[in-house]
């Protein structure tokens, strides 16, 4: 067994672009609707909806915390469909990911954690650790794929201990 | 001219359900994910996507808050698609509408107002205010229709001044 610290950096749309989208105003494009009153930052993520899907709106709330560090023993995949989630009170998310493939290779993990306002979406088929959070109640608006069809596939990591940390 | 004064009522599943969907958790179905340390209150609003549409996800920022008592010179309507409005920091939303249609009778129009942790998905064709904000740079996730077509018509109030107020 060999062990692999993961350290989270810094989300940013350019570190975060071979996974998926950041779900953020910063960098966006907008314009103004409503006479002026309102700005619209637009079209901010890619939703993916194979196999006949649909679009569900949903709400995550976290019954227990996550302290880090953590382990990580595996990642999961949605093969049919793009998954995002945006923090609906200001809370970090932190995220472990691996780009899209059969395999996955411990060592082509990276870890993310965001400013609090900022939401991610995971293109289809992109391997991440399952959602966790860092405050007990926090909550989460999720965007996901509904539908028939196997839609998540998981990765155990077995000879390879993998530890999630937060910077600094 | 006529006058009328529009009192928002509270928003709850009942009340709003012949306009669309109240999105929030209370009342919602429900199942644990991720080992328990998640609850997901899911499939909380039809997303509707006609005539070939995309979802869209998107933040709106409030540039110029709407302060109340207002004026509702008219209501519009999306013929193509329902409108999700979502608030990412627990701003409470007011909203108008009334039964989608044809016409839209002054009286038919009602008014409610969100507890600041609901969000409302706007059935495709149902007029509604467009959106307001009650503060300055309250943000709103959107989740709503892409794709060609007409897909937003006005009706204006012309023998009618609407006003429109919170409760108390």
């Not at 700005?39 to 890619?46: N, P």
């Not at 405050?135 to 196997?150: A, H, K, P, T």
Request: charged share 20%.
């Amino acid at each position: 067994m060999t062990s692999l610290r993961l350290r989270a950096e810094p989300l940013t749309h350019e570190a975060f672009a071979p996974y998926g989208d950041v779900i953020e105003t910063e960098g966006a494009k907008h314009f103004s609707i409503n006479a002026g009153t309102i700005e619209r930052f637009h079209d901010l993520a890619q939703v993916e909806l194979g196999g006949e899907g649909r679009p569900l709106i949903s709400i995550a709330a976290c019954n227990q915390a996550t302290t880090l560090p953590c382990p990580v023993p595996f990642v999961e995949r949605h093969p049919l469909g793009s998954q995002a989630f945006i923090p609906l009170d200001d809370t970090p998310l932190v995220v472990v990911v691996a780009p899209a493939g059969d395999e996955v290779a411990p060592e082509s993990l990276r870890a993310f954690v965001s400013n609090g306002r900022q939401g991610v979406n995971y293109r289809r088929g992109v391997w991440h650790l399952p959602l966790i959070a860092l405050e007990q109640g926090q909550r989460m608006l999720i965007v996901d794929r509904g539908g028939s069809g196997d839609n998540c596939e998981e990765h155990h990591f077995r000879d390879t201990e993998i530890v999630l940390t937060l910077p600094g």
